[in-house]
């Protein structure tokens, strides 16, 4: 009885090791995922939860791309359930800033940006995570960034719209004055 006491701890203590420092990558990806800090959370301690109870099955090193595939089943049921009716969160309104842009994304699109934007994984670990090809993680990618910089773009325009200032002496052009060519 002791002995499977000890190891226990011991797998507790690698699963810590080894998880612990991808928290803020799997928090940050919550919060794009689930839009509300609490929701995050609570979706970062399942992960956690799952991870931990399969920390015996996992191979290799590379364990972030493992919790965040985790993290987004985990995601997907919760938005699931809210779908179904129980908490449909409201329509957000368009704002200039970046998370916000992100946010306003179709899922699919939102989820590759912000694993290689904001969590920095390579093209192949997202492509782990969300269980596509790694050509499709490409073109997704590609999407979302134009969607953002035109998303940007518009919003820019709309906050840029100044008058055009008036000319004295009622002129339409501005005169330019040139020097004379010898």
């Not at 797998?11 to 800090?37: S, W």
Request: proline letters at 5%; hydrophobic letters at 45%.
């Amino acid at each position: 009885m002791m002995r499977s006491a000890k190891a226990g701890n011991k797998t507790a203590q690698q699963f810590r090791d080894a998880a612990l420092p991808c928290l803020d990558a799997a928090y940050a990806f919550a919060q794009v995922l689930m839009r509300t800090e609490a929701d995050a959370e609570q979706a970062v301690q399942e992960c956690y939860r799952r991870a931990l109870r399969r920390f015996d099955g996992l191979r290799g090193p590379a364990i972030r791309p493992w919790l965040l595939a985790i993290l987004k089943a985990v995601c997907l049921e919760k938005l699931g359930q809210e779908l179904a009716g129980e908490n449909v969160a409201p329509e957000r309104r368009d704002s200039a800033t970046i998370r916000q842009l992100v946010a306003d994304l179709p899922a699919p699109l939102r989820e590759v940006i912000a694993l290689r934007e904001m969590i920095d994984l390579s093209y192949k670990e997202i492509a782990e995570v969300t269980g596509i090809p790694v050509t499709t993680v490409m073109s997704r990618i590609a999407e979302a960034r134009a969607m953002l910089l035109a998303a940007r773009r518009a919003a820019n325009k709309t906050t840029q719209t100044l008058p055009e200032p008036r000319l004295a002496g009622g002129a339409s052009k501005p005169a330019v004055y040139r020097a004379k060519a010898c």
